[in-house]
């Protein structure tokens, strides 16, 4: 089955710094997509960045980039020059591979998600 | 373009009645997912729906149902209300299921 660990509870740094969000993985599908969401207290998760699997270059979006090792299974999220409008918290997912039977869907499984704050 | 929609914003309920959510997909995308999302943790894939079909569905007892009509849009039932099924209800819309899932801003059900 697969599982998203998300270790740190809570981070925080200081505005204009990066800062490095840990995400580890775990599944047998050879095929995965990972995906980092932001969900301010308003709650919407919002849509960062992807990285597939067979991917060979690490995704980047704006400020994030995803550093993605493979045979470590991580997917962590960097985010540079910190901004103040950057708290809120992050979360990593996983969407699985093939389900039995050739039917394949996205269904997303979610880490428990890294609070971080900014600090002016 | 406007993103994906829910309704309504917030709910409350009391134990065994029940509660119907709405969903309205981006424009264009056919699938619909639907997560549950307790306090302090991340969200639970509920189901998930394309063309109508429903394409995957997670561990949640049979008191959750789901349907999605002709053009796309989705609800989300809940019958015989637990007070364990407190939480926020999210909606996210792809084009068809495997790709990247757009979210709403959520269905907060508080279950007294």
């Known amino acids: 089955a697969q599982k998203i660990t998300q270790t740190q509870p809570g981070m925080f740094v200081q505005e204009k710094e990066a800062v490095t969000l840990d995400c580890t993985y775990d599944t047998s599908d050879p095929s995965y997509g990972l995906f980092w969401y932001k969900q301010p207290s308003s709650g919407e998760m919002i849509f960062l960045i992807y990285q597939g699997s067979y991917d060979q270059q690490n995704a980047t979006e704006g400020r994030y980039s995803l550093n993605f090792q493979k045979a470590r299974k991580s997917a962590n999220l960097v985010i540079s020059a910190s901004q103040l409008g950057d708290s809120a918290m992050y979360f990593c997912a996983m969407r699985d591979g093939e389900a039995a039977g050739g039917t394949s869907y996205g269904k997303l499984t979610f880490g428990q998600g890294t609070i971080l704050t900014v600090h002016p | 373009d406007a993103g994906v929609t829910q309704s309504p914003t917030h709910l409350i309920k009391t134990r065994g009645q029940h509660v119907t959510l709405r969903c309205s997909p981006i424009?264009?995308?056919?699938?619909v997912s639907w997560y549950q999302q307790v306090l302090g943790q991340g969200p639970q894939f509920i189901f998930q729906y394309y063309e109508k079909e429903e394409r995957g569905r997670g561990n949640f007892p049979d008191r959750f149902s789901a349907r999605q009509f002709p053009n796309y849009s989705s609800e989300l039932n809940v019958n015989a209300l637990l007070l364990g099924d407190s939480a926020l209800y999210l909606c996210?819309?792809?084009?068809?299921?495997?790709?990247?899932?757009?979210f709403g801003p959520g269905t907060r059900l508080l279950v007294l």
């Open positions: 996210a819309s792809s084009q068809q299921g495997w790709e990247t899932q757009y």
């Open positions: 424009s264009g995308h056919k699938s």
